[in-house]
């Protein structure tokens, strides 16, 4: 067992007796039924709740009150599942990279700027980052200034963004 396995036990084995009691109270309030099965990575067969039977009726009695069409559209096997969170992941991993290209190129200009970097000691890529957030800085600070200008302000209440 892992570590903390024991303790992990005990805390299952109290909060499943009252999980299952629950399930077991009436809830006429709302005229729902609910229904549970238990799998446990301590038991090798699956406890049901209320009864075996009970989660067979509940389960049958929805699955079949919704169409056909709507059963499929939300199933999903195991590979489906797989390739979505997949494409998911990298979509944030692009993310991410763009984020820290991004930064990289920030970096690079604030220290060409200040002389601590050569620009002819860049690579290729560097120097395309570089021109492409100096562009973008550039027309923030434009548009910035023409925002101004209609508003009526002074130039001294410019600021950078």
Known sequence: MKKGGTSRKKSFNKRKPGLM???TEPVTPYEAKACAVVYSPYNS?????????????????????VSRNDHTKSMMDQEAFLRQR???EQMELQKLRDENRDLKARQ????VLEGNIDVHQLGEKDRQDLSFV???YLNSITSRIEDLKKN???SSSLFLP
């Open 21 to 23: 009691k629950k399930l």
């Open 45 to 65: 067969n699956p406890e049901a709740c209320p009864s075996r039977e009970g989660v067979e009726e509940v389960s049958s009695e929805e699955f079949m009150e």
């Open 86 to 88: 997949i494409e998911k």
């Open 108 to 111: 690079i200009m604030w220290g």
């Open 134 to 136: 100096i562009d973008n």
């Open 152 to 154: 009526g302000e002074s």
